[in-house]
């Protein structure tokens, strides 16, 4: 929980200000629909005969005047040329409204009515197909143009058909080529699958900040190496392990690290591989899979995303997943421990498992995969930093306790964005403003160059970043201030970054007071400079988050004197109104008292707090020890 809050705490000013947001978020969207409506190929094709052919012109995209020159007459009406026509309404998606839509809806009208006999429609067919157009064409005679379009109508049909026929052919043999594993394997008799790498090269070592994941596979690794020895000496293993832990932990890594370590073949596959269209394919594959790993044993099986098949799934492919289940159930069954093959599978969430997987001999022991730590971090940085040319100024330390709550795969890319970055910037090493760069990136999500901030909107940003800020450098326990930024990225206006000095693992009450004043900051700093009349929406989330904690503070914590150490469940029915009252007024007591905190602190330093705006508002980032010598406090 305590790590939730650090986590919260850092995003801190979060969406400042939803309204203004969704403003200049629709207003973004709706000039780039207008734009896309000037570039639509239906408006600006003029009404030309088309002078190449229409299979060149479908060729080179020119869809359109394909279907104009089909409809109006521009083309002739071969079979070749209705192909390029249906071709071109498809790649337009103009199905529906086309000519054809309507042609073939009336040809169907007319079919119906023939087969029930009331127009001879075939022999007239035939009659107009020998006669040239326009000979049968009298007053007396109206029936040219009843039989002709019928013959058109004939023709699109047979083409509709013949089309249709060689699509589902051509998907059909285009399913079994691409279907590596398993449909054309089940109808072709089947190759056995192969070993997704014979030699894993993945070690232990290339495993950061899980040590306790690995001390647990030790184990599985040296049975791997000696099963005779292993079983020997009475040791009982388990068939299956489940990894469990949120994503990009390295869940795969360990896996293949087990396999490396103990140099045996190692076999991954997907839950979501075993998902089919085809009712069987699955458990096919399952079956497939585990024959082929007791012939290579001892072996490592690895399934990433268990829960593909091992959860309760919507009822309209529960029977299908249900088979893939039950194959995995019986493979799961249907060997014996000492017969080297290990089951290693991963899921993020191992409460949505169907019971029946996770009983005893099938996978039956968990090992969890956490988040690093502060120290795991800065390893699994300096490893994927290894094959890229650093700056003399990057330190690794400060890296990791700028990232709480990154994971392994998270801290992969921020060296990969931030040498991106270099390389765009045309310099030689990555430096830690690039590595600066690639964090923002990875928190805040791209930055929104496009949409437009006005000036009063900013100027309210810089004053609420700025009263967030100035209380943070102002109150003991708080924080350090990391950066204040009023670049818009992602659902923010703008935000202060705190950063804890080291992993907390438990908070004092003056810490968690602290963090109040904070986030009570942004609002009281609005309504100390523009009024209360002025102050936004733009706190929303600010508020949400103090009450929360606050909240906690009180219902967890032991921290305020009226409802003392008793810890409550406000989220429980049985909590009696008395109780949950009592919790209200206190929360509100403590969040008027931050409240007041944050304004005595900000009406005394205000110049401070214009000095901090005036500058956000000219450089739009301040680092922390900007911040501080701006307000003359001494730097430690
Ligand atoms: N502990 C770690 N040490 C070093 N690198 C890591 C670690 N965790 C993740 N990475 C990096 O992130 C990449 C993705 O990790 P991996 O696929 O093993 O994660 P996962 O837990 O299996 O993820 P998912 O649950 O999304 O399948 C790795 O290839 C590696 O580059
Ligand atoms: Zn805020």
């Known amino acids: 929980m305590l790590r939730e809050i650090a986590r919260r705490a850092i995003k801190r000013g979060g969406a400042r200000c939803a309204t203004q947001l969704a403003r200049a978020t629709s207003s973004a ?12 190929p239906a408006s600006t094709t003029p009404r030309r005969r088309l002078t190449t052919s229409l299979r060149d012109a479908n060729a080179r995209g020119r869809h359109a005047e394909v279907i104009e020159a089909y409809e109006n007459g521009a083309a002739v009406r071969t079979e070749a040329n209705t192909a390029e026509y249906l071709k071109a309404l498809v790649a337009l998606d103009r199905v529906n409204e086309s000519a054809l839509a309507r042609a073939v809806h009336r040809g169907a009208t007319a079919e119906a009515a023939a087969t029930t006999g009331a127009i001879g429609a075939s022999a007239t067919a035939t009659e107009s197909d020998a006669a040239p157009k326009g000979m049968l064409a009298s007053e007396k005679n109206p029936l040219y143009t009843q039989q002709l379009e019928p013959t058109f109508k004939a023709q699109l049909w047979r083409t509709v058909r013949t089309l249709g026929t060689a699509f589902i052919v051509l998907s059909g043999i285009g399913a079994l080529l691409e279907d590596r594993g398993g449909m054309s394997k089940a109808i072709l008799g089947g190759e056995s699958v192969k070993p997704h790498q014979n030699t894993q090269t993945t070690t232990f070592d290339d495993v950061k900040g899980v040590d306790e994941a690995k001390a647990e596979l030790v184990e599985i690794v040296e049975y791997l190496k000696a099963p005779e020895k292993f079983t020997k000496l009475g040791g009982k293993l388990p068939k299956g392990l489940l990894l469990v832990g949120p994503p990009g932990t390295g869940k795969t890594m360990l896996a293949k690290a087990v396999a490396g370590e103990a140099g045996v073949p190692f076999f991954y596959s997907s839950g979501s591989e075993f998902e089919e269209m085809f009712v069987g394919v699955g458990a096919r594959r399952v079956r497939d899979l585990f024959k082929a790993a007791k012939q290579n044993a001892p072996c490592i099986v690895f399934i990433d995303e268990i829960d593909a098949v091992g959860a309760a799934r919507n009822p309209k492919d529960q029977q299908n997943t249900r088979m893939t289940l039950n194959q995995l159930l019986t493979e799961l069954d ?4 000492s017969e080297g093959v290990i089951v ?6 191992p409460g949505m498992l169907d019971k029946a997987l996770i009983r005893p001999g099938r996978f039956d022991r968990t090992v969890s995969v956490p988040n690093p730590d502060v120290g795991g971090r800065r390893e699994i940085l300096q490893a994927h930093a290894k094959g890229v040319k650093m700056a003399d100024n990057v330190d690794f330390d400060v890296v990791a306790r700028g990232t709480p709550g990154f994971s392994g795969a998270d801290l992969a890319n921020l060296i990969n964005i931030a040498a991106l970055k270099a390389a765009l910037d045309g310099v030689a090493s990555v430096g830690a403003k690039h590595l600066d760069f690639a ?10 160059t496009s949409a437009i901030i006005t000036p009063e909107n900013r100027k309210l940003t810089a004053y609420h970043e700025g009263g967030h800020a100035l209380v943070a450098l102002r109150t003991k326990g708080a924080r350090p201030v990391h950066k204040a930024t009023i670049v818009p990225r992602g659902q923010a206006l703008g935000m202060v970054m705190q950063l804890p000095e080291k992993d907390e693992l438990q908070m004092t009450r003056r810490q968690l007071l602290a963090m109040l004043d904070v986030t009570m900051g942004g609002r009281v700093a609005e309504e100390l400079i523009f009024g209360s009349e002025e102050i936004t929406t733009g706190a929303s989330s600010d508020l949400q988050q103090a ?9 967890r914590y032991g ?18 109104s008395e109780t949950r009252q009592l919790i209200e007024i206190e929360v509100k007591a403590m969040l008027d008292a931050a409240y007041k905190r944050a ?11 214009h000095t901090i705006a005036r500058r956000l508002l000219d450089s739009e980032s301040l680092s922390g020890s900007e911040l501080k010598e701006l307000c003359g406090i001494a730097t430690a």
């Open 29 to 40: 969207s709706a000039s780039s629909s207008s734009s896309r409506a000037v570039a639509s």
């Open 334 to 337: 249907g060997f014996k421990a």
């Open 344 to 349: 290693l599978a991963a899921t993020n969430t």
């Open 439 to 448: 964090k923002d990136r990875i928190l805040m999500g791209a930055a929104r």
């Open 547 to 555: 009450t929360r904690l606050a909240r906690e503070m009180v219902t």
């Open 559 to 576: 921290m305020s004197e009226k409802v003392g150490l008793a810890s409550q469940d406000y989220a429980s029915d049985e909590l009696s």
């Open 599 to 609: 304004k005595d602190l900000l009406t005394q330093h205000e110049g401070d707090l």
